[in-house]
């Protein structure tokens, strides 16, 4: 194995990412830089099912990237710790926990499609993370690839500068080769035949002889990269209008490349570059750029730092479950250093832990390492409670001595110390779950490890939300789409061998009544040689304006008040509260009613129990004279959605009953806020998604209830009944 030395000069490692819409090509590229690197000795292909990082078999058997898998490998004399992300937007949360402790990315295109819609989500994200990037648009020899297309839209959809580093030799089919405009250099690739590994290519100065067309666009395209870089680089602008400015062929390779290296780190502007990595061109310079534009650990500022000074700081971001193992969390170390066999703080959890071994990833194999030097990435082994998003640092006294130091740079500003820890712990922002189902264990007996699971997919998955419906008794998963709960559904079953019943969500709905009502009614038993005599009189009427709750309100008339002990208030009340956790319709809850008893006459050995009884027996009546009206849960929804499919989604919306409150601008989308029902909602994470091309992006939020009319309450009633 290659790793024969951990310890890398800080400058001289590279945390970066690589992210993309589905099939752009991220894994193949991944699994392209493994094997020039050496890691690997065979090339892996995505379609086979045996590339590096995507070791779970549901990724191997579909294609895809569900997991972030991270790999770390050597490139002349650099430490590229790289993470291959997801596509899907299911997995969004996945690249969203990379990219926090990411220092650069790759963004992958699809030379032939440009940015598609996760292209412009993943971006988005690196935005807000403001992580230094570099384009590559691979599948150049794809048919219909185009190179100043790929290039336009990142300039129209992206909203931002691509310098072209490099340029095409050919496009689709005769795409062979690529010239890198700023040493004006070809790099073409001979394959001898189709198992040619690419490793071999002819690095030469492009000459005017050898293309004259190529030639002229080149220097073209180099002296539209040097405008661009003087623009937006003061010191290199300098150096154009001085010495260089009566002939730009002489600026130096080096002073160029530095330039774009300032711009890239400012994220002013992006360097563009392409090539084929299913066809094994054009990765090596890939590799270069990133060791040559993106930023060291050190280049980075990250303000928490200043108050740890050289004590430990490290950020988990990711946790995995080994069946041997147990918990394997991946942790971003960012000042300090971490060694085996230590005991850690953890601050969000407020715990010590011990760490029993550190680990380097390699997807799914891992090599032991003797410590963990700052800007690098790790597995660690033994931490218990750390989750995604917790800060792990030495001890409580290097906590509080940080706390301390914030105060301190505060300029003596009061600040409580949970304002302090929250400047400390910058976590995982993770979305809110819009796919609900409900999920059932084969048997009772199962019910326990079917929690265990769950629990531990949670620690591995914060985007997995899971709770106990209190109304239906079901236990409900909360997602971010359909693929996201079939991969879990597909992992308890083969990782924890569960065999579980996935459903429709139940909907929670309530019952009220609609008019007042009055009812009277008489229990008379014998039981053994007590006489059990009881008879109520009872009013219900609707509330009207006030909060929507299940617990009535219950009324004595002044004559009743006056004789009643204690002990029967709380006998009529018991039946009352009983009588309206079951309604009389479909058996849901009763909200909204206030309850008058109106006379209450009870022999003197009547048991409470039978008092009870009777009251709800009562209350039972009187619903029915009453009329039962149900209630659906309503959802605040609120779509963002581009311009272009904002009709669409509308009258999709229309047609489950949503009244659309209002339309905002929100940069170049739109944001609808709409009411819709619950039960409009099944599914239509993916309807939205179909609709907008994957663009999309939803929030939904219980509102409050509302009235079923006629038709749909009868319809309701026929489903329940079986007969529809």
């Given at each position: 194995m290659l790793f024969i030395c951990n310890v890398f000069a800080l400058c001289r490692i590279r945390n970066i990412g690589i992210m993309?819409?589905?099939?752009?090509?991220?894994?193949?590229?991944?699994?392209?830089?493994?094997?020039?690197?050496?890691?690997?000795?065979?090339?892996?292909?995505?379609d086979d099912g045996d590339t590096v990082t995507d070791f779970m078999v549901q990724e191997r058997e579909r294609g895809i990237t569900i997991q972030s898998a991270a790999v770390t490998f050597d490139w002349k004399d650099y430490r590229i710790n790289l993470i291959d992300t997801p596509g899907h937007v299911d997995f969004t949360v996945e690249v969203e926990r990379c990219l926090r402790v990411l220092d650069g990315a790759v963004a992958v295109f699809d030379a032939a499609a440009g940015v598609e819609?996760?292209?412009?989500?993943?971006?988005?994200?690196?935005?807000?993370?403001?992580?230094?990037?570099?384009?590559?648009?691979?599948k150049m020899d794809k048919n219909r690839a185009s190179f100043t297309y790929a290039v336009e839209s990142i300039k129209q959809k992206l909203k931002t500068k691509p310098l072209l580093l490099q340029f095409p030799i050919g496009e689709a089919k005769t795409f062979r080769g690529l010239v890198d405009v700023v040493t004006?250099?070809?790099?073409?690739?001979?394959?001898?035949?189709?198992?040619?590994?690419?490793?071999?290519?002819?690095?030469?100065?492009?000459?005017?002889?050898?293309?004259?067309?190529?030639?002229?666009?080149?220097?073209?395209?180099?002296?539209?990269?040097?405008?661009?870089?003087?623009?937006?680089?003061?010191?290199?602008?300098?150096?154009?209008?001085?010495?260089?400015?009566?002939?730009?062929?002489?600026?130096?390779?080096?002073?160029?490349?530095?330039?774009?290296?300032?711009?890239?780190?400012?994220?002013?502007?992006?360097?563009?570059?392409?090539?084929?990595?299913?066809?094994?061109?054009?990765?090596?310079?890939?590799?270069d750029a990133i060791t040559m534009y993106l930023p060291a650990p050190n280049e980075r500022s990250y303000e928490?730092?200043?108050?740890?000074?050289?004590?430990?700081?490290a950020l988990a971001f990711k946790?995995?479950?080994?069946?041997?193992?147990?918990?394997?969390?991946?942790?971003?170390?960012?000042?300090?250093?971490?060694?085996?066999?230590?005991?850690?703080?953890?601050?969000?959890?407020?715990?010590?832990?011990?760490?029993?071994?550190?680990?380097?990833?390699?997807?799914?194999?891992?090599?032991?390492?003797?410590?963990?030097?700052?800007?690098?990435?790790?597995?660690?082994?033994?931490?218990?409670?750390?989750?995604?998003?917790?800060?792990?640092?030495?001890?409580?006294?290097?906590?509080?001595?940080?706390?301390?130091?914030?105060?301190?740079?505060?300029?003596?500003?009061?600040?409580?110390?949970?304002?302090?820890?929250?400047?400390?712990?910058?976590?995982?922002?993770?979305?809110?779950?819009?796919?609900?189902?409900?999920?059932?264990?084969?048997?009772?007996?199962?019910?326990?490890?079917?929690?265990?699971?769950?629990?531990?997919?949670?620690?591995?998955?914060?985007?997995?939300?899971?709770?106990?419906?209190?109304?239906?008794?079901?236990?409900?998963l909360c997602g971010m789409g359909e693929l996201h709960i079939e991969i879990i559904h597909d992992r308890i079953k083969r990782e924890y061998g569960i065999e579980t019943y996935l459903g429709p969500l139940q909907i929670a709905y309530r019952e009220t009544i609609l008019n007042a009502a009055q009812s009277t009614?008489?229990?008379?038993?014998?039981?053994?040689?007590?006489?059990?005599?009881?008879?109520?009189?009872?009013?219900?009427?609707?509330?009207?304006?006030?909060?929507?709750?299940?617990?009535?309100?219950?009324?004595?008339?002044?004559?009743?008040?006056?004789?009643?002990?204690?002990?029967?208030?709380?006998?009529?009340?018991?039946?009352?509260?009983?009588?309206?956790?079951?309604?009389?319709?479909?058996?849901?809850?009763?909200?909204?009613?206030?309850?008058?008893?109106?006379?209450?006459?009870?022999?003197p050995d009547t048991s409470h129990t039978m008092i009870s009884a009777c009251v709800s027996r009562c209350m039972q009546k009187a619903f029915k004279k009453a009329g039962i009206q149900i209630l659906e849960p309503l959802m605040n929804i609120e779509i963002t959605v581009s311009e272009?499919?904002?009709?669409?989604?509308?009258?999709?919306?229309?047609?489950?009953?949503?009244?659309?409150q209002e339309i905002q601008s929100r940069q170049d989308n739109r944001v609808v806020v709409a009411a819709v029902p619950l039960a409009e909602t099944m599914g239509y994470s993916t309807v939205l998604r179909t609709l907008t091309s994957g663009s999309a992006t939803f929030t939904l939020e219980l509102a409050s209830y509302q009235a079923l009319n006629s038709q749909e309450q009868s319809a309701l009633l026929q489903r329940r009944m079986g007969l529809v």
């Open positions: 993309a819409h589905i099939d752009a090509g991220k894994t193949t590229t991944t699994e392209r830089m493994l094997y020039y690197s050496g890691y690997i000795r065979t090339l892996g292909d995505v819609a996760q292209t412009l989500t993943v971006w988005r994200q690196a935005d807000k993370h403001q992580i230094p990037r570099i384009c590559f648009l691979n004006k250099e070809q790099i073409i690739w001979k394959p001898t035949s189709d198992l040619d590994d690419g490793k071999n290519f002819e690095q030469k100065p492009l000459r005017e002889a050898d293309d004259s067309n190529l030639f002229q666009e080149v220097q073209d395209a180099r002296n539209t990269l040097i405008e661009q870089v003087a623009d937006l680089d003061d010191e290199f602008a300098e150096l154009v209008l001085g010495e260089y400015s009566e002939n730009f062929d002489l600026i130096p390779a080096d002073k160029l490349q530095s330039a774009i290296r300032r711009i890239t780190l400012a994220q002013k502007a992006v360097p563009v570059l392409c090539g084929s990595a299913l066809k094994n061109k054009g990765v090596q310079p890939l590799l928490f730092l200043q108050w740890y000074k050289d004590d430990l700081c946790v995995l479950h080994d069946k041997c193992r147990g918990p394997l969390v991946f942790v971003r170390v960012y000042s300090g250093s971490l060694k085996p066999q230590s005991a850690v703080y953890n601050i969000n959890k407020s715990c010590t832990e011990r760490m029993s071994r550190l680990l380097l990833p390699f997807a799914d194999q891992q090599i032991e390492i003797p410590s963990l030097m700052p800007g690098n990435i790790a597995l660690t082994v033994g931490l218990k409670q750390s989750a995604t998003g917790d800060t792990i640092v030495s001890s409580k006294a290097s906590a509080v001595a940080a706390v301390r130091r914030a105060g301190r740079d505060a300029g003596g500003e009061k600040r409580s110390t949970s304002d302090i820890e929250s400047l400390l712990l910058a976590g995982v922002e993770i979305p809110d779950p819009v796919f609900f189902c409900t999920i059932e264990p084969p048997s009772m007996a199962k019910q326990q490890e079917l929690d265990n699971a769950l629990s531990c997919l949670q620690r591995e998955d914060p985007s997995l939300k899971v709770k106990l419906d209190p109304d239906t008794g079901q236990t409900i009614d008489t229990l008379d038993k014998t039981v053994g040689d007590k006489r059990h005599l009881v008879t109520a009189e009872l009013e219900v009427r609707p509330r009207l304006g006030e909060r929507a709750t299940t617990k009535p309100v219950i009324e004595y008339a002044a004559s009743v008040i006056e004789a009643l002990p204690q002990e029967l208030q709380e006998a009529i009340e018991n039946g009352i509260t009983n009588s309206c956790i079951q309604g009389p319709l479909l058996g849901f809850p009763v909200q909204d009613i206030d309850v008058t008893v109106q006379s209450l006459t009870v022999h272009d499919h904002l009709s669409a989604a509308l009258a999709d919306l229309a047609q489950r009953r949503g009244t659309i």
